[in-house]
């Protein structure tokens, strides 16, 4: 899987921030993506600190971008950036306080083209690593909300490796139908960059008709409007997690459907339904979970867990920078 994102990034060199370049978990994935030479790390932090830390725990960053917030050059034309972009609802001294942060400066850097990505969150709370991605870069023409995937990565039986999208199991606690859509689009297309030809499950507790109540009618009726959203794409629902993955199952209950257990990109209805069951896959399944993957920005821009060690630094950075169009 990261084998076509590295070539990726290989003929099309990336700059990537990470808001948090004196931790050493940043640091050491740096200087193994700079020893690969596939995408360029830019540190946020004060220089003499962040080469400190590097020479600290022995990690060689030559090649890296520091930048501190404090001494950059531009950081004027950046708060005047910022003002403009929240049009009126910060002043300049608000913005030019808000962009001595990591998480605010790092996302301007990449608003403003002096890099392709960002990823953060080592030590900001998802809450601080979204919100500036939402006031400054905002979402895609046409979408609505940020939601997210994971994938979910093992070996398969018969060699290579069996890749899962799962959506929204992070961001949007309660979606409606229409939001559902926005997700269950945007899952799909993660999907295909990761080489997986999508096939959509809406899950429920009921498979078509089955079950009653609103949740049902609310993932049949995004089922719906999802088809004409991505008409080339097989989506069908709503159904439950063992007729979208069981092809006997599947086909029993719900005959005749392309997606009936073959299932590979999971719609979930809500928060606790998509956290619940991602860590299930990953707990019980054997399966490797990189994400939260967010998705409907206008630039790759993920958040790491503060529990991460440097190898899902290293591969979140691979993740997040393929992700650039």
Known sequence: MFGVLIEKLKAHPRKIVFTEGTDARILEASARLLADDFLTPVLVGNVEEVKAAAEKGGFKIDGAEIIDPETFADFG???DKMVELRKGKMSAEECAAALKKG?????????????????????????????????IVKTKPGNKIVSS???????????????LAMGDCAINIKPNEDELVEIAVETAKCAQTFGVEPKVAFLSYSTKGSGKGEDVDKMRNACAKAKEAMPEIAVDGEMQFDAAVSPTVGQLKFPG???????????FPDINAGNIGYKIAQRLGGFDAYGPILLGLNAPINDLSRGCNAQEVYSMAIITAGLCE
């Open 77 to 79: 034309k950046m708060v």
């Open 149 to 163: 995937c994971f994938i979910m990565v093992r070996p398969a039986a018969n060699g290579g490796n069996e890749v």
């Open 257 to 267: 459907s392309k997606v009936a257990g073959y299932a590979n990109t999971f719609i």
């Open 103 to 135: 998480n605010y400066f790092g996302t301007m850097l990449v608003k403003m083209g002096y890099a392709d990505a960002l990823l953060g969150g080592a030590t900001y709370s998802t809450a601080d690593t979204v919100r500036p991605a939402l006031q």
